[in-house]
Protein backbone atom coordinates (compact mmCIF):
# COMPACT_ATOMS: atom_id res chain seq x y z
CA UNK A 1 0.00 0.00 0.00
CA UNK A 2 1.27 3.26 -0.36
CA UNK A 3 1.08 6.55 1.83
CA UNK A 4 -2.27 7.70 0.47
CA UNK A 5 -4.05 4.69 0.98
CA UNK A 6 -2.75 4.18 4.91
CA UNK A 7 -3.57 8.16 5.22
CA UNK A 8 -7.21 7.69 3.93
CA UNK A 9 -8.14 4.24 5.76
CA UNK A 10 -6.16 6.56 9.01
CA UNK A 11 -8.63 9.43 8.74
CA UNK A 12 -11.55 7.27 7.48
CA UNK A 13 -11.72 5.45 10.51
CA UNK A 14 -10.98 8.47 12.34
CA UNK A 15 -13.79 9.85 11.43
CA UNK A 16 -16.30 6.57 11.29
CA UNK A 17 -15.04 6.95 15.49
CA UNK A 18 -15.70 10.49 16.39
CA UNK A 19 -18.98 10.49 14.12
CA UNK A 20 -20.48 6.98 15.97
CA UNK A 21 -19.01 8.17 19.50
CA UNK A 22 -20.57 11.87 19.11
CA UNK A 23 -24.14 10.41 17.82
CA UNK A 24 -24.55 7.77 20.75
CA UNK A 25 -23.18 10.11 23.37
CA UNK A 26 -25.61 13.06 22.28
CA UNK A 27 -28.37 10.08 21.36
CA UNK A 28 -28.24 8.51 24.68
CA UNK A 29 -28.14 12.16 26.49
CA UNK A 30 -31.60 12.86 24.73
CA UNK A 31 -33.39 9.43 25.58
CA UNK A 32 -32.11 9.63 28.69
CA UNK A 33 -33.65 12.75 29.12
CA UNK A 34 -37.21 12.58 27.67
CA UNK A 35 -37.40 9.15 29.75
CA UNK A 36 -36.51 10.92 32.93
CA UNK A 37 -39.05 13.93 31.97
CA UNK A 38 -41.97 11.03 31.62
CA UNK A 39 -41.00 9.41 34.73
CA UNK A 40 -40.96 12.59 36.95
CA UNK A 41 -43.77 14.38 35.21
CA UNK A 42 -46.07 11.33 35.85
CA UNK A 43 -45.02 10.98 39.38
CA UNK A 44 -44.87 14.66 40.33
CA UNK A 45 -41.29 14.38 42.07
CA UNK A 46 -39.21 17.88 42.26
CA UNK A 47 -36.22 16.93 39.87
CA UNK A 48 -33.14 17.13 42.25
CA UNK A 49 -29.24 16.85 40.93
CA UNK A 50 -28.65 14.66 44.50
CA UNK A 51 -26.43 11.53 43.86
CA UNK A 52 -27.85 8.95 46.83
CA UNK A 53 -24.87 6.94 47.29
CA UNK A 54 -23.05 10.13 47.76
CA UNK A 55 -25.51 11.48 50.21
CA UNK A 56 -24.70 8.07 51.86
CA UNK A 57 -22.01 7.97 52.49
CA UNK A 58 -20.59 11.38 53.01
CA UNK A 59 -17.86 11.70 55.41
CA UNK B 1 -29.47 24.54 28.87
CA UNK B 2 -26.28 22.77 29.77
CA UNK B 3 -26.98 19.49 27.41
CA UNK B 4 -27.81 22.87 24.53
CA UNK B 5 -24.22 24.31 25.46
CA UNK B 6 -22.31 20.92 25.32
CA UNK B 7 -23.72 20.50 22.04
CA UNK B 8 -22.95 23.71 20.67
CA UNK B 9 -19.08 22.83 22.22
CA UNK B 10 -19.69 19.43 19.97
CA UNK B 11 -20.53 21.12 16.92
CA UNK B 12 -17.80 24.08 17.30
CA UNK B 13 -15.28 20.83 18.12
CA UNK B 14 -16.06 18.94 14.92
CA UNK B 15 -16.10 21.38 12.52
CA UNK B 16 -12.79 22.60 13.72
CA UNK B 17 -11.36 18.97 13.48
CA UNK B 18 -12.97 19.12 9.62
CA UNK B 19 -11.32 21.92 8.88
CA UNK B 20 -8.17 20.57 10.14
CA UNK B 21 -8.27 17.67 8.15
CA UNK B 22 -9.12 20.32 5.13
CA UNK B 23 -5.85 22.46 5.99
CA UNK B 24 -3.34 19.31 6.56
CA UNK B 25 -4.88 18.63 2.94
CA UNK B 26 -4.71 21.48 1.02
CA UNK B 27 -2.96 23.71 2.93
CA UNK B 28 0.16 22.21 4.71
CA UNK B 29 3.66 22.10 2.94
CA UNK B 30 4.96 18.44 2.51
CA UNK B 31 7.50 16.98 4.74
CA UNK B 32 10.85 16.38 2.53
CA UNK B 33 10.77 13.49 0.66
CA UNK B 34 13.83 11.89 1.91
CA UNK B 35 13.17 12.21 5.37
CA UNK B 36 10.45 9.81 5.42
CA UNK B 37 9.23 6.45 4.20
CA UNK B 38 6.41 6.85 3.80
CA UNK B 39 6.11 11.41 3.09
CA UNK B 40 2.28 11.20 2.45
CA UNK B 41 1.07 9.34 5.56
CA UNK B 42 2.93 12.12 7.86
CA UNK B 43 -0.63 14.15 7.31
CA UNK B 44 -1.68 11.40 10.15
CA UNK B 45 0.23 13.70 12.60
CA UNK B 46 -2.68 16.86 12.68
CA UNK B 47 -5.42 14.59 13.89
CA UNK B 48 -2.97 12.06 15.89
CA UNK B 49 -1.14 14.78 17.89
CA UNK B 50 -4.17 16.84 19.19
CA UNK B 51 -6.25 13.59 19.60
CA UNK B 52 -3.14 12.44 22.01
CA UNK B 53 -3.12 15.88 23.53
CA UNK B 54 -6.98 15.30 24.11
CA UNK B 55 -6.46 12.19 25.17
CA UNK B 56 -4.00 14.41 28.35
CA UNK B 57 -6.75 16.67 28.99
CA UNK B 58 -9.53 13.71 29.52
CA UNK B 59 -7.01 11.75 31.78
CA UNK B 60 -6.37 14.94 34.09
CA UNK B 61 -10.03 14.97 34.21
CA UNK B 62 -10.45 11.47 35.14
CA UNK B 63 -7.39 11.91 37.49
CA UNK B 64 -9.00 15.00 39.42
CA UNK B 65 -12.74 13.66 39.30
CA UNK B 66 -11.06 10.09 41.12
CA UNK B 67 -9.40 12.24 44.34
CA UNK B 68 -12.58 14.27 44.49
CA UNK B 69 -14.94 11.37 44.36
CA UNK B 70 -12.36 9.27 46.83
CA UNK B 71 -11.50 11.76 49.36
CA UNK B 72 -14.88 14.17 49.48
CA UNK B 73 -17.35 12.18 48.00
CA UNK B 74 -18.31 14.36 45.51
CA UNK B 75 -21.41 14.07 43.30
CA UNK B 76 -19.42 16.38 40.93
CA UNK B 77 -16.45 14.14 41.56
CA UNK B 78 -17.68 10.63 40.37
CA UNK B 79 -19.06 12.91 37.04
CA UNK B 80 -15.46 13.97 35.88
CA UNK B 81 -14.61 10.52 36.54
CA UNK B 82 -16.97 8.84 34.73
CA UNK B 83 -16.80 11.48 31.97
CA UNK B 84 -12.81 11.36 31.78
CA UNK B 85 -12.53 7.68 31.20
CA UNK B 86 -14.92 8.09 28.41
CA UNK B 87 -13.47 10.64 26.75
CA UNK B 88 -9.55 9.53 27.65
CA UNK B 89 -10.87 6.17 25.95
CA UNK B 90 -12.47 7.62 22.82
CA UNK B 91 -9.18 10.11 22.14
CA UNK B 92 -6.92 7.53 23.38
CA UNK B 93 -8.03 4.96 20.86
CA UNK B 94 -8.05 7.56 18.18
CA UNK B 95 -4.50 7.98 18.76
CA UNK B 96 -3.64 4.19 18.56
CA UNK B 97 -5.80 3.84 15.64
CA UNK B 98 -3.79 7.13 14.00
CA UNK B 99 -0.37 5.98 15.09
CA UNK B 100 -0.30 2.27 14.04
CA UNK B 101 -1.31 2.80 10.51
CA UNK B 102 1.12 5.24 10.10
CA UNK B 103 3.35 3.17 12.24
CA UNK B 104 2.89 0.58 9.26
CA UNK B 105 3.84 2.96 6.43
CA UNK B 106 6.18 4.75 8.14
CA UNK B 107 8.04 1.85 10.51
CA UNK B 108 6.96 -1.10 8.33
CA UNK B 109 5.07 -2.45 11.41
CA UNK B 110 2.31 -1.16 13.47
CA UNK B 111 3.50 -1.30 16.59
CA UNK B 112 7.15 -1.78 18.62
CA UNK B 113 6.85 -3.45 22.00
CA UNK B 114 10.47 -1.58 23.34
CA UNK B 115 9.02 1.78 22.77
CA UNK B 116 8.27 3.30 26.10
CA UNK B 117 5.85 6.07 24.50
CA UNK B 118 3.45 3.27 22.78
CA UNK B 119 3.69 1.22 25.48
CA UNK B 120 2.74 3.68 28.23
CA UNK B 121 -0.21 5.33 26.21
CA UNK B 122 -1.29 1.82 25.21
CA UNK B 123 -1.37 0.99 28.99
CA UNK B 124 -3.39 4.09 29.94
CA UNK B 125 -5.65 3.94 27.14
CA UNK B 126 -6.24 -0.28 28.31
CA UNK B 127 -6.85 1.68 31.87
CA UNK B 128 -10.02 3.42 30.36
CA UNK B 129 -11.01 0.87 29.16
CA UNK B 130 -11.32 -1.00 31.70
CA UNK B 131 -13.25 2.05 33.87
CA UNK B 132 -15.48 2.17 31.01
CA UNK B 133 -16.06 -1.42 30.83
CA UNK B 134 -16.32 -2.15 34.67
CA UNK B 135 -18.19 0.56 35.53
CA UNK B 136 -21.05 -0.67 32.93
CA UNK B 137 -20.69 -4.18 34.18
CA UNK B 138 -21.12 -3.42 37.90
CA UNK B 139 -24.02 -2.59 40.19
CA UNK B 140 -23.15 1.37 41.04
CA UNK B 141 -22.25 1.39 44.73
CA UNK B 142 -19.98 2.95 46.81
CA UNK B 143 -17.67 0.16 47.20
CA UNK B 144 -17.37 -0.12 43.00
CA UNK B 145 -17.01 3.79 42.98
CA UNK B 146 -13.60 3.60 45.70
CA UNK B 147 -12.29 0.93 43.40
CA UNK B 148 -12.39 2.83 40.16
CA UNK B 149 -11.54 6.43 41.73
CA UNK B 150 -8.41 4.18 43.09
CA UNK B 151 -7.49 2.85 39.49
CA UNK B 152 -7.96 6.56 38.59
CA UNK B 153 -5.94 8.05 40.51
CA UNK B 154 -2.59 5.92 40.70
CA UNK B 155 -3.33 5.25 36.86
CA UNK B 156 -2.42 9.20 36.05
CA UNK B 157 0.99 8.46 37.18
CA UNK B 158 1.92 7.01 33.47
CA UNK B 159 0.42 10.19 32.05
CA UNK B 160 3.82 12.05 32.73
CA UNK B 161 5.87 9.19 32.21
CA UNK B 162 4.34 9.01 29.05
CA UNK B 163 5.19 12.97 28.11
CA UNK B 164 8.64 12.34 29.08
CA UNK B 165 9.10 8.99 27.46
CA UNK B 166 10.68 10.42 24.24
CA UNK B 167 12.80 13.15 25.77
CA UNK B 168 14.50 10.15 27.72
CA UNK B 169 14.68 7.34 25.82
CA UNK B 170 13.46 8.09 21.83
CA UNK B 171 12.96 4.50 20.73
CA UNK B 172 10.89 4.86 17.78
CA UNK B 173 8.47 7.11 18.45
CA UNK B 174 9.69 10.29 16.95
CA UNK B 175 10.47 12.95 19.21
CA UNK B 176 8.58 16.02 20.80
CA UNK B 177 8.06 19.06 17.43
CA UNK B 178 7.23 21.11 19.69
CA UNK B 179 8.07 22.64 23.01
CA UNK B 180 11.58 20.44 22.49
CA UNK B 181 13.57 22.97 24.47
CA UNK B 182 16.68 24.71 23.34
CA UNK B 183 16.75 22.65 20.18
CA UNK B 184 13.77 23.75 18.97
CA UNK B 185 10.93 22.22 17.48
CA UNK B 186 11.37 20.44 13.70
CA UNK B 187 7.77 21.99 12.58
CA UNK B 188 7.79 24.64 10.28
CA UNK B 189 5.10 27.80 10.85
CA UNK B 190 2.41 26.35 8.88
CA UNK B 191 2.33 23.45 9.99
CA UNK B 192 2.43 24.78 13.26
CA UNK B 193 -0.72 27.16 12.27
CA UNK B 194 -2.72 24.08 11.27
CA UNK B 195 -1.49 21.41 14.60
CA UNK B 196 -2.66 24.53 16.55
CA UNK B 197 -5.79 24.59 15.00
CA UNK B 198 -6.11 21.13 15.54
CA UNK B 199 -5.29 21.13 19.19
CA UNK B 200 -7.70 24.08 19.67
CA UNK B 201 -10.65 22.47 18.27
CA UNK B 202 -10.13 19.16 19.59
CA UNK B 203 -9.59 20.92 23.16
CA UNK B 204 -13.41 22.49 22.31
CA UNK B 205 -14.73 18.74 20.85
CA UNK B 206 -13.44 17.15 24.55
CA UNK B 207 -15.21 19.65 26.46
CA UNK B 208 -18.24 19.24 24.77
CA UNK B 209 -18.63 15.37 25.24
CA UNK B 210 -16.84 15.60 29.13
CA UNK B 211 -20.10 17.75 29.74
CA UNK B 212 -22.88 16.45 28.21
CA UNK B 213 -21.41 12.65 29.44
CA UNK B 214 -21.64 14.53 32.94
CA UNK B 215 -25.02 15.50 32.27
CA UNK B 216 -25.87 12.00 31.42
CA UNK B 217 -24.23 10.07 34.35
CA UNK B 218 -26.51 13.09 36.44
CA UNK B 219 -29.49 12.25 34.51
CA UNK B 220 -29.16 8.45 34.64
CA UNK B 221 -28.71 9.15 38.65
CA UNK B 222 -31.91 10.62 38.57
CA UNK B 223 -33.96 8.20 36.71
CA UNK B 224 -32.40 5.49 39.00
CA UNK B 225 -34.02 7.76 41.90
CA UNK B 226 -36.90 8.33 40.28
CA UNK B 227 -38.02 4.12 39.94
CA UNK B 228 -36.50 3.51 42.74
CA UNK B 229 -39.24 6.31 44.32
CA UNK B 230 -42.10 4.15 41.97
CA UNK B 231 -40.78 0.67 43.19
CA UNK B 232 -41.65 2.21 47.11
CA UNK B 233 -38.12 3.09 48.16
CA UNK B 234 -37.56 6.24 50.13
Known amino acids: MDGMTYLTVAYLGMIAGIAIWTWTVVNRSRTIEARLTAVESSMGIIASEADSISKEHKD | ?234
Not at chain 2, 59 to 87: I, N, Q, Y
Not at chain 2, 144 to 172: H, K, N
Open chain 2, 1 to 234: MAGRSAEVLLGLGFAGIMTTLLLGFQWAPSVAIDAFESPAAQRIFYWHVPAAWAAFIAFAVLFTGSAMWFFKRSPLGWRLHVAGAEAGLACGLIAVWSGCVWGAAEWGTPWDWTDVRLNTFGLLTLLALFLVLGRQSQPDGVESRDTFSTFGLFGFVLVPFTYIATRIWEIRHPGPVVGAGDDGGSLSGDMAIVLFIGALSFTIFIIGHILISMRITSLEQRLEQALHHIDGGK
